[in-house]
């Protein structure tokens, strides 16, 4: 490996890099002004010589060791660029200065130019932020401190982001399930999101609306209280805290509001709340907010800030990737596969579509198999359809250039069923009965070439 040659205008600027630290492989020069011969900057020798060819061959520079010029002063700059080329005329220089840029240096491939002032800039407004979540969460804890028990308040059917934000909530507070549960007046439904409660253990508990009344701390996560009604329990408008990301609402009052409207999910508030105050975050809590950041912004997709790239790339280190495979590919009953398997010998792939009918399944079991259907070979589409009780239910996916999931599958079930979705990923619900008559018979061949049909039309409907 190389050396860095530094080389400072002036006593100033070399001192100013002897303060931040100096390196084992940098060789610290600097050349003194006319007046500062004396001013000899502890670590640093002067150039022999001033800043010439001649000086600098006397470092004895190799091929792979780098430059880096201090100064605010154009003409020394470019004279220092040039010199160096001179002894290596592919030699790589960073320029540090807060007045120059690129355009006032000689043309360069390898020259890079920055400031200590961006720099260190960058990393005190980074200090602030985390001093402000520090200040925000000591808030909220001498806020809860005495509260015998906090509630901690989800959406009705509670998704994997408002999940994962209580979970790290309760153990920025260090309290445990007992004296600061998770609770929600709807349980959670949807099976991905089940499976990461089971790959956590985070248990959710329903409650009735009259039953908050019990708990002498009020948390609202991922969550405002009008999604309540618009006459919610009266305990409810006046929570302790509210953490979310969705648009501000009116209609109550807390004592702490952290609403970031900009923000993807509300587990990378959490995130930066758990970095601020510097609370361990083991690989159980890494997992679970790192799959909330996912699949609130569709895997970093839409709606995404820069805050939560930062996060996620934070959790990213911490979590485990074991975990994070068990609740987005939950584990398939003997069953299902048995289905897919039949399903599998009878698939192709026609107009760019692939359709395969699982027949009756588990109901987590259809997107799955919509996943791995798309990687069928000529395939933009894929449709994966069970019988779940009294309906069928599909799970459609397709490559994401193509129309938008969401409007195909509210196409495909208008005046049959319930559907909807995003760009590449959409559900619909068409109730067997009503499949029945528009459709006849609801079997295996009848289903696929009906839905075939319905789909190629939606597909190529925004094409007129
Ligand atoms: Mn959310």
Redesign the pocket.
């Known amino acids: 490996m190389g050396r860095r040659i530094i080389i400072c205008d002036g006593a100033e600027s070399a001192r100013l890099w002897s303060r931040i630290g100096t390196d084992e492989l940098e060789e610290l020069t600097w050349v003194p002004r006319d007046d500062e011969a004396r001013a000899r900057p502890s670590g640093f020798r002067i150039l022999q010589g001033g800043l010439n060819e001649e000086a600098i061959s006397k470092l004895d520079p190799s091929a792979d060791d780098e430059y880096a010029l201090v100064s605010d002063d154009g003409p020394w700059t470019r004279l220092a660029v040039r010199e160096i080329r001179k002894v290596d005329e592919g030699a790589a220089i960073l320029v540090l200065s807060d007045s120059l840029t690129e355009d006032d240096l000689p043309e360069h491939p390898s020259l890079r130019c920055t400031g200590w002032r961006t720099l260190i800039r960058d990393d005190i407004n980074e200090e602030f932020d985390h001093l402000s979540n520090l200040q925000r969460v000591v808030t909220i804890r001498e806020l809860l401190g005495d509260r015998e028990k906090v509630g901690i308040l989800l959406q009705p059917d509670p998704?994997p982001?408002?999940i994962a934000s209580a979970y790290a909530l309760r153990n920025l507070l260090g309290r445990k399930r007992t004296t600061a549960p998770l609770i929600s007046f709807g349980e959670v439904r949807r099976p991905e999101n089940q499976a990461l409660c089971d790959a956590i253990g985070i248990e959710v508990r329903v409650i009735a609306p009259e039953e908050i009344n019990e708990f002498g701390g009020l948390v609202l996560v991922?969550v405002q209280p009008n999604v309540f009604g618009d006459d919610p329990p009266e305990r409810l408008k006046q929570p302790d805290v509210v953490i979310d990301?969705?648009p501000e609402r009116p209609g109550y009052s807390s004592t702490v509001r952290d609403i970031r409207t900009g923000y993807g999910?509300?587990a990378s508030i959490l995130t930066e709340y758990l970095r601020a105050t510097h609370t361990e975050i083991n690989a159980k809590l890494a997992t679970a907010l790192l799959y909330g950041i996912k699949s609130?912004t569709q895997y970093l997709g839409r709606q995404t800030s820069n805050k939560d790239m930062l996060s996620f790339t934070y959790l990213h280190s911490s979590h485990s990737p074991a975990l994070l495979r068990r609740i987005e590919r939950p584990a398939l009953p003997i069953g299902g596969l048995q289905a897919l398997g039949r399903a599998l010998a009878k698939a192709e792939v026609r107009d760019g579509i692939n359709i395969l009918v699982l027949g009756r399944v588990r109901e987590d079991v259809i997107p799955q198999v919509a996943d791995m259907a798309l990687q069928a070979e000529g395939a933009e589409w894929s449709i994966a359809v069970g019988t779940v009780d009294r309906n069928l239910v599909f799970s459609v996916r397709n490559v994401g250039y193509v129309r938008a999931a969401g409007d195909v599958v509210r196409a495909v079930v208008e005046g049959l069923g319930v559907g909807g979705g995003h760009r590449s990923m959409a559900k619909g619900i068409i109730p067997l009965k009503a499949f029945r008559e528009v459709y006849g018979r609801a079997n295996r061949v009848q289903i696929k070439s009906a839905l075939y049909d319905a789909f190629v039309r939606a597909i190529n409907e925004d094409a007129k």
């Open positions: 998704d982001d408002g991922d990301h969705h999910a509300t609130d």
